[in-house]
């Protein structure tokens, strides 16, 4: 009867190790099944991470190009204003220049018609025959 009895405490042990074996096989699988759906959700993340990254980096690439381009007029317009205002300097430079010698306007003026007024006579002849029709 202490054989039974051993055998029976025996069987019972067994059996609830192996109840509890099952169940550390269940936790196991639901263990499993847990890291599988994480790691789908960390991969889908990533990804999402990715598209994200890569349109900003789009739109980054997009407005350096812009700036890239106003850039290149802005130098172009300041080559242009730069030439505009060395033309303007050597002009001021004549003026100052006349100014220096006591010229003003008026005498630049009376040197302007003195000069017409030589033309006018040395080819007055010439002038002359062209209005008669001759």
Known sequence: MAAASSTKSLEMM????????EG?????????RDIKESDARAALSYEQS???A??????????TDELVGRLAETE???????EDMNEVKAVTAEVTRWKLMGMGALGVTGIAFASMGSLVTYFWSDIWRALRGG
């Open 54 to 63: 890569a349109a900003s980096r789009s739109k980054m690439y997009a407005k």
């Open 76 to 82: 172009s317009a300041v080559k242009t204003l730069t």
């Open 50 to 52: 990715e598209h994200r």
């Open 14 to 21: 067994v059996g609830g190790l192996v109840a509890a074996m």
């Open 24 to 32: 550390v096989q269940r936790d196991v699988t639901e263990i499993r």
